[in-house]
C-alpha cells in the first residue's frame, strides 16, 4: 500500500472511494484491457466500487467513440476482478425495466452482491411504449416508477424460496414468490423475477441526475451522486435531499451522500492539495463516500496511485469476500 | 461438405432431462450460481467446442416448483465467460418480442467486441401470456405478428451493427431456432446459425435442404448456414451404463413437472385422461394453429403419429424433455450417430444437450469429442479467434434493409 503523502495534517474521514470510468473500443479513450488493468490497480488501492458511464458527460471529452455497455463491462471486469463493487448507468431510455431488473440482478449474484445502478432519468422504449397507458409525464416520474418496478422486482423472489429439495422434488417454493403486478402510468410489469433476490437484499439503486425531483429521489435512491462544484463551499443539493427524507418516511441512515469530483489532469499536477480539497469538503458536507471521475484515460493510473491511497484509510479493510456494496457504503440491511 | 462438423454445448442449467437436477451426485441447486457455468465455459473451450449456447426467455417458468429453470441473464454471463476464456464462441437468446432493438444492437455489438468477436444471438419470439405480463400485455402476440416483427427485428439490429464500426468478426453471428413456417422462412433469409429440433434422419436431411434452398432463393450461399440440430446426450463408458443412466433420469423425473410440461406443450389438461391410453386424437390439433411453440409441438405430435404411446410411455418417452433427440450409448456409439447425420447432410454439427450438468459434460468431453477427433470428424485445436471462424462463416452482405418503425407488438 502506497504511504500517504508527508505533511497531511487533515485527519483523513472515513470515505469509501469509488471510480468512475467510460470504457471505450479504441484509444485514445481507456479501452477494455487497460480498465481491466486498472480495475486491479483500483482493489488494490482500496477503491470500494468502479461506476461506468453510459455516455461521455460532455462532447469536448477526448474520446475515440461510443462508450461500451455498461453492464457488459462490468460483467466483464467482474470476471477478472472480483474484489470491486460495479455501479452500472442505466437510462429508462431504451430499456424496458423487467428487462434491467434482471441484467442487474444477475450481475450482482454473479458479484456476492456487489452491484448497483445508477439509473438515469429519460424516455421510454419501445416494447412498454407500445401498452403504456398514458405515456406522458415527467422525467423524473418515470424515473420513481422505473424504481418502484426494480425494487419490487427484486424482492420478488426471496432467497429462502429457492430450497432444491431433492426428495421432496421441489426446486423453488413457489408459495413464497411474490409477483409486483404493477400497473402504473408508465409500465405494467407482473413478475416475479426469474431468480432469487441478492446477499446484499437488493442491489443498489443510485440518482445522479439534479433535475430529478428531490421527493423522488429521497423516496427511492440508496444512494445519491452529487457533482461538487469547483468553487463552490458547500452542496446545496444535499441539504435539500436531506429535508425531503423526512417528508417521504426515510431517516438519514437509508440514504448516502456521495460527492462527484470530475478530477482535470492540472488537478493531478499537486496531488495532496487535491486530496486536502476533497477531505475537508466531504467532511463539510457530510458525505458518505467520494466518486472520482478523471478525465483523460491518463488521469486514471495517477488518480489510483497518488490520490486514492490518501482517502482511503490506512486501516480500511479491502473488500473481504463477505463486504456487499451495502456494507462497504454503510447502509442499512433492505427491509423485506 | 465441411470436413469437420461443429458442436456446440447448450449450458441448460442442470441438464436437459426434467429431472437432471435431482440426479445422484448432483448438486440441485449449483445452476443458480454463476460458477456453474463459468466452469463449464471453461471445459468447454479445452475440448475446442465452437460455442457455449445459452437459452433464455425474460420470465419465470411455470415449471419452477419441480424443475430448475434458467435463471441468469445471458449477457451477463457471457460477458463474464468472455473474460475467462479466450477463443470459445458465445452463443446468447435473446427475444425478438420483448426487447428494444436500438438497445440490443449497441449491447450486442460491445459484447461482440469485448468478446475479440466471439458472439453469435440466438433470435427467438417468446410465447406464453406470463412473458407478456411482464412487459404491460395480457397475452402474446399471435403467431405470425411474432415472427413478422422478428424479421424486422433483426434487419433492424443487423443494419445498426453494419452501420457502426466493425468487431473483430464484422458483426455477430445471427443464429435462429423455430421450425415452424415463419421461423424457417426467417431463417432462409437472415440466420447464420439454426438449431433445429429433428428426431428423424430423413426429416433432418430434408429440413436442411429446404433451408439451404430458401437461403439459396434469397440469394444465398448456401454454407453461409450452418444447421445444428439438438442432441441430447447420455453417454457411460458401456452400453449397459449408459443404459442404467437413462432409466435413472426417467426414474428422478418429477411426475408433477413431466405432466406439466407436456399438458402445456400440447395445450392440453392431461389430469381428465388416462394413463394407459393414447391420448385422443380428437384433442390434438394443426401445429400451424399452436399458439405457444410450433417447433416442440410437431415434434411431440410426430412421436405420437409414428409410435401411438399411451399417456404414460409418451411422458417417459419425453422424460420431461424439450423434445430433442435423445441418444443414449458409449462415447463410440454416440459418435457413429453423430456421424451418420453428419455424412447422410441431416447436420453441420450439434448443439449438445448433455443429460445432466456437469457430470454429464464428462462423457462429452472425455469420450465423444476425442472420438470423434480421432474419427478426423472435429478439430484438435482452434485455428480461427472468431465464431465466424470456428463456424467456417463468411462475413456476407447484410439482408434486405426496412426503415419501415417496427410493428410494436401490443
Known amino acids: 500500500m502506497t504511504d500517504r503523502p508527508e505533511g497531511n495534517a487533515v485527519s483523513t474521514p472515513d470515505l469509501p472511494v469509488i471510480l468512475e470510468l467510460g470504457v471505450a473500443s479504441r484509444p485514445p479513450a481507456l479501452t477494455l484491457a487497460e480498465a481491466s488493468r486498472l480495475a486491479t490497480v483500483a482493489a488494490d488501492a482500496g477503491v470500494i466500487a468502479l461506476r461506468l458511464r453510459d455516455t461521455e458527460p460532455e462532447p469536448r471529452q477526448p474520446h475515440g467513440g461510443p462508450l461500451l455497455d455498461p ?45 448497483g445502478v445508477v439509473l438515469r432519468p429519460g424516455e421510454g422504449d419501445e416494447v412498454s411504449d407500445a401498452v403504456a397507458p398514458a405515456a406522458p409525464g415527467s422525467g423524473s416520474e418515470r424515473w420513481a416508477e422505473y424504481a418502484t418496478v426494480l425494487a419490487g422486482l427484486w424482492d420478488s423472489f426471496p432467497r429462502e424460496a429457492l430450497v432444491g429439495d431433492v426428495a421432496g422434488a421441489v426446486v423453488v417454493r413457489d408459495e413464497l ?19 432469487p433476490s441478492s446477499l446484499q437484499g437488493r442491489p443498489l439503486l443510485l ?19 452529487l457533482d461538487v462544484e469547483r468553487d463552490s463551499a458547500t452542496i446545496p443539493a444535499a441539504d435539500e435531499l436531506l429535508a425531503a427524507l423526512g417528508r417521504v418516511g426515510r431517516e438519514r441512515r437509508d440514504i448516502r451522500l456521495v460527492g462527484r469530483w470530475s478530477i482535470e489532469p492540472q488537478d493531478l499536477r499537486d496531488a495532496s492539495a487535491l486530496v486536502r480539497r476533497v477531505t475537508e469538503r466531504s467532511t463539510v458536507a457530510g458525505l458518505d463516500a467520494v466518486v472520482l471521475a478523471p478525465r483523460g484515460a491518463a488521469s486514471v493510473e495517477t488518480t489510483l496511485r497518488e490520490v486514492v491511497p490518501a482517502l482511503v484509510p490506512a486501516a480500511a479493510p479491502r473488500s ?17 | 461438405m465441411s470436413e469437420h462438423l461443429h458442436l456446440n454445448v447448450n449450458i441448460l442449467n442442470a441438464g436437459v432431462f426434467g429431472g437432471s437436477w435431482r440426479f445422484p451426485g448432483t448438486d440441485p441447486t449449483a445452476s443458480y450460481d454463476i460458477e456453474h457455468y463459468t466452469s463449464i465455459a471453461r471445459r468447454a473451450e479445452a475440448a475446442k467446442l465452437d460455442a457455449v449456447f ?14 430448475t429453470g434458467n435463471n441468469l441473464e445471458p449477457t451477463t454471463v457471457l460477458a463474464r465467460i468472455a473474460a475467462q476464456t479466450e477463443r470459445i464462441g458465445l452463443i446468447g437468446t435473446l427475444s425478438s418480442s420483448y426487447n428494444d432493438p436500438v438497445e440490443v444492437a449497441r449491447r450486442l455489438a460491445d459484447l461482440d467486441e469485448v468478446s475479440g468477436g466471439r458472439f453469435g444471438w440466438n433470435v427467438v419470439t417468446t410465447a406464453g401470456p406470463a412473458a407478456a405480463a411482464n412487459f404491460g400485455r395480457d397475452a402474446e402476440p399471435e403467431h405470425a405478428l411474432r415472427y413478422r416483427r422478428a424479421a424486422h427485428f433483426v434487419e433492424t439490429v443487423v443494419a445498426r451493427w453494419d452501420e457502426g464500426p466493425p468487431t473483430p468478426q464484422g458483426r455477430p453471428v445471427v443464429v435462429q431456432a423455430g421450425g415452424s413456417s415463419d421461423g424457417k422462412r426467417l431463417a432462409g433469409r437472415v440466420a447464420e446459425v439454426v438449431f433445429s429440433a429433428e428426431q428423424q434422419l430423413a426429416k433432418a436431411v430434408a429440413f436442411r435442404s429446404e433451408l439451404r434452398s430458401l437461403a439459396a432463393g434469397f440469394g444465398r450461399r448456401p454454407d453461409e448456414l450452418v444447421v445444428l440440430p439438438g442432441l441430447s446426450t447420455v ?35 392431461l389430469s ?57 450409448g458409449t462415447p463410440e456409439q454416440v459418435a457413429d450417430d ?15 444437450m448433455p443429460d445432466v450438468l456437469p457430470s454429464g459434460l464428462d462423457g462429452v468431453i472425455d469420450g465423444l469429442v476425442p472420438e470423434l477427433q480421432r474419427r478426423g470428424l472435429f478439430r484438435t485445436d482452434y485455428d480461427a479467434t472468431t465464431l465466424r471462424g470456428h463456424l467456417g462463416l463468411g462475413l456476407p452482405g447484410v439482408p434486405a434493409d426496412d426503415r419501415t418503425p417496427l410493428e410494436a407488438a401490443r
Open chain 2, 338 to 352: 453423430v456421424e451418420r447425420w453428419f455424412r447422410s447432410g441431416a447436420a453441420d454439427g450439434f448443439n449438445l
Open chain 2, 235 to 269: 453417454i457411460g463408458s458401456t452400453e449397459a451404463e449408459a443404459r442404467a443412466r437413462r432409466e435413472q433420469l426417467d426414474d428422478v423425473l418429477p411426475d408433477a413437472y413431466a405432466r406439466a410440461r407436456l399438458g402445456g406443450q400440447l395445450g392440453i389438461d
Open chain 2, 272 to 328: 381428465t385422461l388416462d394413463d394407459e391410453q393414447p391420448i385422443p386424437d380428437a384433442l390434438l390439433h394443426d401445429p400451424d394453429l399452436a399458439g405457444g411453440s410450433q417447433t416442440f409441438y410437431r415434434v411431440v405430435r410426430d412421436l405420437i403419429d409414428r409410435e401411438q404411446p399411451t399417456l404414460r410411455q409418451l411422458l417417459r418417452r419425453l422424460s420431461g424433455g424439450g423434445g430433442h433427440r435423445i441418444v443414449v
Open chain 1, 320 to 336: 473481504t469476500p463477505r463486504s456487499t456494496l451495502r456494507d462497504a457504503l454503510r447502509l442499512a440491511e433492505v427491509a423485506a
Open chain 1, 207 to 225: 440518482a445522479a441526475d439534479a433535475d430529478l425531483r428531490r421527493e423522488h429521489v429521497a423516496a427511492h435512491a440508496d444512494a445519491v451522486i
Open chain 1, 71 to 115: 453492464s457488459v463491462v462490468a460483467a466483464y471486469l467482474a470476471g477478472r476482478e472480483s474484489r470491486l463493487g460495479y455501479l452500472v448507468d442505466v437510462p429508462t431510455t431504451h430499456h424496458a425495466p423487467y428487462n434491467v431488473a434482471r441484467r442487474v440482478l444477475s450481475l450482482d449474484r454473479a458479484s456476492a452482491g456487489r452491484v
Open chain 1, 177 to 195: 414468490l411474490r409477483p409486483i403486478r404493477h400497473a402504473g402510468r408508465f409500465y405494467r410489469v407482473a413478475g416475479p423475477i426469474d431468480g
Open chain 2, 54 to 67: 445459452l437459452a433464455d426467455s425474460p420470465v419465470l417458468e411455470s415449471t419452477i416448483r419441480h424443475r
